[in-house]
Every structure is written in structure tokens, then in C-alpha cells.
């Protein structure tokens, strides 16, 4: 098979092996379809293009003078032109890169959006979809989970601004529409500091939800499939009321989302903001912090570092794991949609964490053939003992999303996780993971 790099990824198929050139869709008077290969060309590469020592930075920079009479054309255009020095291991940034571009809407078309944690895993790839359809984007972010590094491409467009805040504060803006994903969502962040985790999903949605109300934007909370507990239905409509530990280790983050839906809905019905509530399932794609506690990321920087793959439990407990572009594609279909009530957004594709370890560790053992990489040894996959409270089964009933919002996910797990392992792959190698 021929060698192939991480910045030329393998032909993407989704579930029913068709290509995927382009995500999203035109749906509720909405267009969110955008090339996948721009799109990609935003995450799925290496922050630096060249790696050059001190003494050929003069030759590099006469070539860069010479180039500059005409316009380098596809993706590789919109990428960052910062130099590492390997020897000195050190980086060279400029400001010396193209704009991705974007779509030129007529201002009656155009909304002004507000992201809250719009530097996070999620929130990035959400601003990069809404910058890239044309709308004017605005992130909130105070950088506890999230990082400049998401969105920097972006800083310096007329069409964007980054404001470091944090949601716990009021923050005034005049918006058309608010993606409310403010809060850390993995266990040792969301642990860290349990009753900042609380304020940030009681005082901060009520903040967003008071800017809603003044601004009449429509709303739009990411809540979680943490409201459904350890749940004792299987898979979890959005009409089960949950199985939660209110005084656990994971209830600052349970209980906080879950009086965040209720909040929503006393504004929604006592003061007519329009709303809509997302619960997300599990989810994974480039960008995930590979320090987060969270699965997929622990078992493939695990993998890639040749490191034994750590499973808790006897592995047989359940997940479901859908790729972030299904996520985004859902989040805008439900935001520009008439649908008020909760919807389950998420993949019903289930495995057990065992299996799961399995296909990553084939997945990496795939990209390093085909990158030309043997390592010294298999790597094994080591159990031990699970943690408290740590649900059993996860899997969302996403029918009430197929329904209303003609959503489904195209992603398989393993064109998904493929993509990631490429994406770490290249962060490794520029040696900022």
C-alpha cells in the first residue's frame, strides 16, 4: 500500500460506503453544507508546514518574497506558515496565512451567532462550520478546558471575535442566535473544582438565558446523556427521567446540566425565549484534549505512544460513540428546527469498552503500517478496577432526532476513529502533545 501522510487522510466512506465529500445539509431554510476537505484542512494537519533549521530560515523566507506575486490555490493556501526549529525547539509564528474561505450571505441571511466555550473540543468545530457558511461569529471562552490554539486561525477575521469571559459573569452582545456549550465535560475537569462546575451550569445558562430574553435570540443548551444517570432503560429516550446520584462524584456535573434543562424551560415558558436543548452523547474527533480522562483519547494516545491501553471494569460495559462532525450537523439542524423539546443527539452504534480498545489498537497498528512506522511490540490491553459511579450502559434513542430533525449519523466508528488517530498522529509529531 502506498505510504501516506496525516495530512492525506484515506478515502472517507460513511456507514453505507458512500463517499463523504461535504458535511451538513439544507434543511429549515438553512444551508450548513460545507467541503469536507476545507474543513479538514482547518484540523487535520500539523500546526507548523516546515520544519527547518537556523540557516535555511533566509532561503526559506526569499521563496516565501517570490511566491508572494500570486495566490497559492487549495487548502494548503489557508494553512499557518510558522516555522519549528527542530534544534532549537523553538517556533517562528506570523500572521502570514490565508483566511479558509467563506460564504458571502446577504445580510438577510447572515445571523449574528454567540459560542459560549466556543474554544473547547466542540465549540471549535462548531465556529469553524459557522465561519465557513458566512455568519458572524462571536466565542466566549474563559480557556479553563478550552484553548486559543482551536480558533486562532480565525482571529483577525472581519466575521469573528474571541473574548476571554467567563459565562459565570453577564456578558452583553447583540446576537441572533446562542450555542450554550460553557461548561467542562470531562471528569477531571468537571471534578477539579465541583462547585465552580455547579455555577458555571446554574449562573451561567441563566446569564445566557437573560441575553436570550433581552436579545429575543433563539437558545440553544448542550446538555448531556449525564442527565439520564447510570440509566435502567435501555437505550434512553428522551422521555426517561434518569437514574442520578445527587450526591456522587459526577453529580456537579449530572445535577448541573439538569437543573440547566429546567432553568431553560422556566425561561422558555414563563418569558417566550425560544429554545431548544441538545443531549449530547458521547463524542470524539480531532482537537479532543488527549489529557482529558476521556476513552477514546486515552486509548489512542496510549496506542500511538506504544503504552499498554488501560480498560476499567471487566470491559464489558457499553458505549456509543459518534464522530463530532455528526454532532455539529445535529446541533444546527436542531437550532434552526421547530423543535422545542429535548432531542438525543448521538450514535447508536453500541460496543463494549473491551471491543472498543480492540478496534483502536487495530486502527493505530493500520496507520503506522501504512505511515511506515514497526513499533517494538504489540501493544496489550491491561484491566483495572472501575471507577464510582461509572454508568454501565450508555445509548441514546435517537428517534425523536431522525424524526423531527431528518438527522442520522454518516460517520462510522472506524472511519472516525481513524481520522483522530491521523490527527494525534501529526500533533505528536510536531511535538506539541
Not at 422545542?340 to 471491543?355: A, H, K, L, W
Request: glycine fraction near 8%.
Amino acid at each position: 500500500m502506498a505510504k501516506k501522510s496525516s495530512e492525506q487522510p484515506t478515502q472517507t466512506l460513511d456507514k453505507n460506503g458512500q463517499e463523504i465529500k461535504s458535511v451538513g445539509f439544507q434543511r429549515f431554510g438553512f444551508d450548513s453544507e460545507v467541503s469536507l476537505d476545507v474543513l479538514r484542512s482547518l484540523y487535520l494537519r500539523s500546526h507548523y508546514v516546515v520544519s527547518v533549521s537556523e540557516s535555511q530560515v533566509q532561503e526559506l523566507d526569499a521563496k516565501e518574497e517570490e511566491g508572494r506575486g500570486y495566490l497559492t490555490q487549495g487548502p494548503n493556501a489557508y494553512q499557518s506558515k510558522s516555522i519549528f526549529h527542530p534544534d532549537t525547539q523553538s517556533i517562528s509564528y506570523t500572521t502570514l496565512s490565508r483566511f479558509a474561505p467563506v460564504k458571502l450571505l446577504p445580510p438577510s441571511s447572515r445571523k449574528r451567532v454567540l459560542v459560549t466555550g466556543g474554544a473547547g473540543f466542540v465549540g471549535s468545530h462548531l465556529v469553524d462550520r459557522l465561519m465557513l457558511l458566512g455568519h458572524e461569529v462571536t466565542v466566549l471562552d474563559n480557556f479553563f478546558t478550552g484553548s486559543k490554539t482551536t480558533v486562532s486561525h480565525w482571529v483577525g477575521h472581519p466575521n469573528f471575535e474571541l473574548v476571554r469571559h467567563d459565562v459565570v459573569e453577564p456578558f452583553m452582545i447583540e446576537c441572533d442566535q446562542i450555542y450554550h456549550l460553557a461548561c467542562p465535560a470531562s471528569p477531571p475537569h468537571y471534578q477539579f473544582n465541583a462547585v465552580k462546575t455547579i455555577k458555571t451550569s446554574f449562573i451561567g445558562t441563566l446569564n445566557m438565558l437573560g441575553l436570550a430574553k433581552r436579545t429575543k435570540a433563539r437558545f440553544l443548551i448542550s446538555s448531556t446523556s449525564e442527565v439520564y444517570g447510570d440509566p435502567e432503560v435501555h437505550p434512553q429516550p428522551e422521555d426517561y427521567w434518569g437514574h442520578v446520584n445527587p450526591i456522587g462524584p459526577r453529580a456537579c456535573y449530572d445535577e448541573g446540566k439538569r437543573v440547566a434543562e429546567t432553568l431553560t424551560y422556566g425561561f422558555h415558558h414563563q418569558d417566550g425565549v425560544d429554545v431548544r436543548v441538545a443531549r449530547i452523547f458521547n463524542t470524539y474527533g480531532p482537537r479532543m484534549n488527549p489529557h482529558d480522562g476521556r476513552v477514546v483519547s486515552n486509548f489512542i494516545v496510549q496506542a500511538l505512544r506504544g503504552e499498554d491501553m488501560t480498560v476499567y471494569g471487566d470491559g464489558t460495559q457499553t458505549r456509543s460513540f459518534q464522530y463530532i462532525h455528526d454532532l455539529i450537523d445535529g446541533l444546527i439542524a436542531l437550532m434552526n428546527s421547530d423543535e422545542s423539546r429535548p432531542v438525543n443527539i448521538g450514535n447508536g452504534d453500541e460496543f463494549t469498552i473491551g471491543e472498543f480498545a480492540e478496534l483502536v489498537r487495530e486502527i493505530v497498528e493500520k496507520v503506522q503500517e501504512e505511515d511506515g512506522i514497526k513499533p517494538a511490540r504489540r501493544v496489550q490491553i491491561v484491566y483495572k478496577p472501575i471507577p464510582t459511579d461509572d454508568p454501565q450502559k450508555r445509548r441514546p434513542d435517537t428517534t425523536r432526532a431522525k424524526n423531527s430533525l431528518g438527522w442520522q449519523p454518516r460517520w462510522s466508528v472506524r472511519m472516525g476513529l481513524e481520522e483522530m488517530v491521523r490527527y494525534y498522529k501529526a500533533k505528536m509529531s510536531e511535538g506539541s502533545m
